[in-house]
């Protein structure tokens, strides 16, 4: 792949688990969440860089680990118990948005 290659915005799949309380660590997997080209055919697999990334639960961020370009994580904020809307943006990216219900502690 080349520098020029266009790159989409992060797609997110899934949060495993879907629902949990303020402080549990949740899996954020998904597509192009390193924001890097992925290789060709036969090339070595994308490594991801270090990223500013962020997991927003609502209005609430969250910083995030992006661990491959399938997978991120982050820990859920202190946030009142509700669904919320869950959107990672990366390299200033944003991608679609998945539900989250936040628990009582």
């Not at 969250?62 to 982050?74: E, F, K, S, Y």
């Amino acid at each position: 792949c080349s520098a020029g290659d266009d790159v989409p915005a992060p797609r997110l799949s899934a949060l495993q688990p879907a629902s949990g309380a303020p402080g549990l660590v949740v899996e954020v997997l998904g597509e192009y969440l390193c924001q890097v080209p992925h290789p060709d055919e036969g090339e070595e697999p994308a490594v991801c860089p270090s990223l500013d990334a962020t997991l927003w639960f609502g209005t609430v961020a969250a910083p995030a680990d992006v661990v491959d370009d399938t997978r991120a994580t982050a820990t859920v904020p202190v946030l009142a118990p509700g669904a919320v809307d869950v959107h990672l943006t990366v390299a200033g990216r944003g991608s679609n948005v998945l539900r989250f219900a936040v628990l009582a502690p």
